[in-house]
Structure formats: C-alpha cells, structure tokens
C-alpha cells in the first residue's frame, strides 16, 4: 500500500500563493503516479492535477496557469504550487496515488492510496 501525506495547507488572501506537499514514503516512488482532488463544503469532489511518471502533468480548467504541480523524486514528495488564489479555491486538499494506466485528475476511482487531507483557506 501507499500511504500519502499532505501538509502546507493554511490561510492566505485573495491573490496570494500557497504551496501544498505530497509525500509518499515509497521505494519505487518514481513509478508512483500523483494526483490533487478538492472538496469545498456543499460541492462535489473535484479533480485539479496529476503528474506522470515521466513528469507530464495535467490540469482542470479551473486551476489551469494558476497552479503549478511538480514532483521530487528524490525527496518522494509532490508539490502543488497555488498561485493568484480565489475565494473559490477554498477547500480540503486530498492527495492521490496509485499506479493507474492512465495518470489522470478526471476519475478519482483510479486511486485506491489517498491522504488525510490539508486546508486551504482563502479570504477576499
């Protein structure tokens, strides 16, 4: 099993950056595929990231230029860098991983390994 940890979350303001961690503590972490869902109070899941093996990310459309989803495989940790942040990018951040045949953000059911979750908070 895979066991991923997020952290980083916490409050900023409208316009600010924020930075969440993914940290996932396996051997073969390099053949580990990434990914970011949210959930907001009263709106359904939504995908925002995923990052391949081979580095290729993808991204929702309503993240898209604003977020930046990288992954270190050396320190087994991704990072999801939020930048001109809105008041409706508030919501829990959940990290996913698996090793799906196909690294996507659109099909939560492809991750069986998923985190407890980390808060962002953003004012207006």
């Known amino acids: 099993e895979l066991y991923p940890v997020e952290s980083g979350g916490g409050s900023v303001q409208a316009g600010g950056t924020m930075t969440v961690s993914c940290k996932v503590d396996?051997?073969?972490?390099?053949?580990?595929?990434l990914a970011w869902f949210r959930q907001a109070p009263g709106k359904a899941r939504e995908g925002v990231a995923a990052?391949?093996?081979?580095?290729?990310?993808k991204y929702a459309d309503s993240v898209k230029d604003r977020f930046t989803l990288s992954r270190d495989n050396g320190g087994k940790t991704a990072y999801l860098q939020m930048n001109s942040l809105k008041s409706e990018d508030t919501a829990m951040y959940y990290c996913?991983?698996?090793?799906?045949?196909?690294?996507?953000?659109?099909?939560?059911?492809?991750?069986?390994?998923w985190g407890q979750g980390t808060q962002v908070s953003v004012s207006q």
């Open positions: 396996e051997w073969d972490f390099r053949s580990v595929c």
């Open positions: 996913a991983a698996d090793r799906p045949f196909s690294c996507t953000y659109r099909d939560a059911g492809q991750y069986s390994y």
């Open positions: 990052i391949d093996t081979d580095g290729s990310v």
